[in-house]
């Protein structure tokens, strides 16, 4: 039988978890459909979830239609939890986008379709809770075409809209002919010369749905079943099934990792071709290169000659069990073939992102990064280093916690998306590890850019370098999003391959804090020097470490010609903005701006609907939360605000954030050398 992967999204309280329970129930897998409100569903299952009626995790459950089996991947709907949706995109044959009759396109609704597009997943729309009072039908599609502005195409109308006794009515409305043809050739011709079937309007609806060209649109109900009998029709005949090559090696990508009862990695992997098999011996790993060691440049900065490239660090390790996900249970496997989701024991080092077998997709990054970050205070009887194991393997499951560890100060921070993954995070460290924490103030994070290049070098012997290695490094700005690239202007065999390692590496780990203490991560960094002093012997008495160059002596020296670089260079901060859009009474516009402008917001478009006025512009995500309060008083309690990260710009307000730092400090080079010869010493 045909797989397919399945995801579920939605702007939080849309109802997705609980169309999800009627999914399972009509499909047969569950004798009653499960109630978020009664905490009995098969997807949120973490007892955090039951009690605040939301989901947190990603959650896999299975069911079987008449042609193919569903594998459906819950995902959370709140924006704090982004990064969990994130990680189940790459693993999708297609997803159902679930929006509220009532509430319409919501500021999740829009950052979720803008990705799946990107993305080119297949897509469906479910507008849910017709049987609510104030549901919509037209004014609901005239949102999402205007709001989303993707070709839509209405499978049907909703019938007794706001009761109990609302259904959906399936039929193609003529609409769907004019929006389909724009995307078929054949069709159109057709359609002038008044000779469509059904049969080909039909199948040109499938095509093109599984190309993500067109998105079909049901109504229904999650709570009386309305509509879901004919969403579960158009997920089996419009969506395209797994694919995946049966025969070739072994690629997988992990999405997901828990931990079991005994403290055990599960990591949650679509297999993208090949097998996995209990007792085979795997290799898991980024599978990336990890940057430019071997690729050198010439002085004019064009590529050159090509040497070793560096690779993404890759592990071994035995597969010990396997399940994967049947008729609502997992069941255990000794083979898992491609295009199936399955659970992995014994991998212990695996990632979220990591390739197990031959790397196939790339895990990247689809949504905006955390913009917040906080201190997590131990309370009384709370062991520090206990809080700090426990919210590391907290970042196992989210790598975008982001944990911080402040040696210094004994401090330990995390980076978060809202205060909603905050509380969440500090439930589960009470549940789950037993330790009562508390969160001192939300600060915003900000990264910092290269204003210009700046170039320093120190030498191998000569005064004031105490190292024995030479180190010259360029630093120049990088368009953003580009990451941090590493670059040679030396020969790749004028030094063992291991030092350069352990120069970029030191590089990669130092540009996590900039001349403000922020990330730097984008930019281009060259060596322009090296050199070492070569193994020493004495007669008799083997290796002498004094005499001879060693990876400490270059990891030591990296961060302070780094940092020189970068005083000569200059970096800007640059602080988060949110993309906002305000909808309110028009007459309210006028008082809202001033108030804007006081925020640091910039005003770019204003529009009038009547009585309804429409602002949108970007505000500092710092100021965020200061105007969802004061929205209300300004627009008779009448405004609505969506906001959503977009960009980050240079501070312009007030005096430059600064982020304590908690390496040891290179731009001052006598405590930075005091503390790294003080280490080495002890």
């Known amino acids: 039988m045909h797989l397919l992967n399945l995801g579920i999204l939605a702007h939080v309280d849309a109802g997705k978890t609980s169309l999800t329970e009627w999914l399972l129930h009509a499909a047969g897998v569950t004798d009653e459909v499960g109630s978020v409100d009664d905490g009995s569903t098969r997807t949120d299952t973490l007892a955090l979830e ?194 995946g090559d049966p025969d070739g090696p072994l690629s997988g990508t992990v999405f997901k990792v828990e931990r079991g009862p005994a403290g055990e990695k599960i ?209 120049d700005p990088a368009p953003p999003g580009s990451g941090v690239r590493f670059r040679l202007e030396v020969e790749l065999g004028s030094m063992p391959y291991a030092f350069f390692k352990a120069v970029e590496d030191t590089v990669r780990e130092t540009l996590g804090q900039g001349l403000h203490g922020w990330q730097i991560p984008d930019c281009t960094v060259t060596m322009t020097h090296s050199g070492y002093s070569p193994r020493q012997s004495h007669a008799h008495q083997g290796f002498d470490k004094s005499m001879s160059s060693t990876g400490y002596d270059f990891r030591g020296l990296t961060p302070l010609v780094l940092a020189e670089a970068l005083r000569r260079a200059g970096t800007q901060v640059y602080e988060p903005m949110h993309r906002f859009r305000i909808e309110a009474p028009a007459d309210t516009l006028g008082a809202l701006l001033p108030v804007l402008a006081r925020l640091g917001a910039v005003a770019e478009s204003t529009e009038a609907h009547g009585q309804e006025g429409v602002l949108e512009g970007a505000v500092p995500a710092a100021r965020v939360h200061e105007l969802e309060q004061r929205l209300p008083g300004l627009t008779r309690g009448e405004g609505e605000l969506e906001s959503a990260f977009d960009h980050y710009a240079p501070v312009t307000r007030g005096p430059l954030p600064e982020r304590p730092r908690t390496d040891h400090n290179p731009l001052n080079r006598k405590e930075y050398l005091l503390n790294v010869t003080r280490r080495v010493g002890d």
């Open 50 to 243: 039951r009690q605040r009626g939301i989901t947190i995790k990603s959650a896999v459950v299975s069911f079987p239609l008449d042609s193919v089996t569903v594998n459906l991947i819950d995902t959370p709907g709140h924006p704090d939890f982004i990064a969990e949706v994130e990680r189940v995109l790459g693993v999708l044959d297609g997803a159902v986008l679930v929006v509220s009759a009532v509430e319409g396109v919501q500021a999740q609704t829009r950052v979720l379709m803008r990705t799946l597009r990107r993305l080119r997943i297949p897509t469906l729309v479910f507008v849910n809770k017709i049987d609510r009072r104030g549901a919509r039908e037209e004014a609901v599609l005239r949102d999402l075409s205007r709001r989303l502005a993707v070709p839509l195409v209405p499978m049907g109308t909703a019938a007794a809209l706001g009761t109990r006794d609302a259904r959906f009515v399936p039929r193609l409305l003529p609409s769907a002919l004019d929006t389909l043809a724009d995307h078929d050739d054949d069709l159109l011709r057709a359609y002038v010369a008044g000779d469509v079937s059904d049969a080909s309007l039909n199948t040109a609806l499938a095509t093109q749905t599984r190309r993500a060209l067109v998105h079909p649109v049901y109504f229904g109900s999650a709570i009386t079943g309305a509509g879901v009998p004919e969403l579960i029709t158009g997920i089996e005949r419009l969506l395209p099934t797994a694919s």
């Open 267 to 475: 990591a949650y992997a679509r297999i993208l071709s090949g097998a996995l098999r209990v007792r085979e011996r795997v290799l898991f790993g980024d599978g990336r290169e990890a940057g430019g060691v071997g690729r050198k440049e010439g002085k004019e900065g064009k590529e050159g000659k090509e040497g070793k490239e560096g690779k993404g660090a890759r592990a071994e390790g035995r597969v010990t069990a396997l399940t994967v996900f049947e008729n609502g249970t997992d069941l255990r496997q000794d083979r898992v073939g491609a295009g199936r989701i399955a659970k992995v024991w014994g991998l212990a080092g695996i990632r979220i992102g990591d390739a197990i077998g031959v790397p196939g997709r790339v895990y990247e990054h689809h949504f905006a990064p955390p913009t917040l970050e906080t201190v997590v205070v131990p309370g009384a009887g709370a062991d520090r280093r206990s809080l700090h194991l426990a919210l590391t393997q907290l970042a196992e499951q989210d790598p975008l916690i982001g944990v911080r560890h402040d040696e210094l100060r004994g401090e330990t921070s995390v980076s978060l998306y809202g205060e909603v993954q905050k509380e969440v995070i500090q439930a589960t460290l009470a549940d789950e590890y037993g330790l009562d924490v508390t969160f001192r103030e939300t600060t915003t994070l900000c990264i910092e850019r290269p204003v210009g290049a700046g170039q320093a070098v120190e030498f191998n012997k000569k005064d004031p370098n105490p190292f024995l290695a030479t180190v010259g490094l360029r630093v």
